[in-house]
Nanobody, 110 residues
Framework: QLVESGGGLVQPGGSLRLSCALS????????IAWFRQAPGKAHEGIAC????????EYADSVKGRFTISRDNAKNTVYLQMNSLKPEDTAVYYC?????WGQGTQVTVSS
């Protein structure tokens, strides 16, 4: 089970931290990824992290602004989002293999 939290409404230039709580499977062995889907747009993979947190990758659209991290002891993966832009508005999803969370809405607007 994956449960996202931390979404909300934020002004342009602001920050949010999303959390993904994982349980019910041996998620420690999985690459964990964050995706997002904006209205009328395709599903977009934006960040991923390997099983020990030693390797991360980012989409060009978020590189330098977003940071993915994981705390295996707390069964949680995070997405720190800084310098948010209106085009970051989307539903954000956590993914591990075939498992998906329900999504959390992020809205960037003044």
């Amino acid at each position: 089970q994956l449960v996202e939290s931390g979404g909300g409404l934020v002004q342009p230039g602001g920050s949010l931290r999303l959390s993904c709580a994982l349980s019910g499977f041996t998620w420690e062995h999985y690459i964990i990824a964050w995706f997002r889907q904006a209205p009328g747009k395709a599903h977009e993979g934006i960040a991923c992290i390997n099983n020990n947190g030693g390797s991360t990758e980012y989409a060009d659209s978020v590189k330098g602004r977003f940071t993915i991290s994981r705390d295996n002891a707390k069964n949680t993966v995070y997405l720190q989002m800084n310098s948010l832009k209106p085009e970051d508005t989307a539903v954000y999803y956590c993914n591990a293999g075939v498992w998906w969370g329900q999504g959390t809405q992020v809205t960037v607007s003044s």
